[in-house]
């Protein structure tokens, strides 16, 4: 009697389970693409904007170069000179 009733509860769950796949294997419809959806381009509402030229000179001479002073290269850095007046002694 159990085995009966338990069997009528499977075939039922399976023809439910059946119907209810039949019914979502429906073709899709897309939907027409509208402005903005992914994959399409972005409608332009405003002109592009340009960048500036550069404006002309109007033959005016163009800058002197800067001269930097170079690094002396014989000299130390007076910064790293130890100047000790006492000499230390080993160990102490």
């Given amino acids: 009697m159990k085995c009966s009733i338990l069997t009528v509860i499977v ?6 389970g059946a119907v209810q796949a039949q019914e979502l294997q ?12 992914p994959g399409t381009p972005t409608p332009t509402l405003y002109p592009q904007v340009t960048p500036p030229v550069v404006p002309k000179t109007n ?6 170069p800067i001269v ?3 690094p002396p290269k014989d000299q130390t850095v007076p910064a790293l000179q130890q100047n000790d007046s006492k000499p230390k002694t080993p160990g102490g």
Avoid at 59 to 64: E, F, I, V
């Fill in 11 to 16: 075939l039922g769950a399976l023809t439910l």
């Fill in 26 to 37: 429906t073709v899709p419809v897309a939907p027409a693409p509208t402005p903005g959806a």
């Fill in 59 to 64: 033959g005016s001479p163009p800058l002197a």
């Fill in 68 to 70: 930097l002073p170079a």
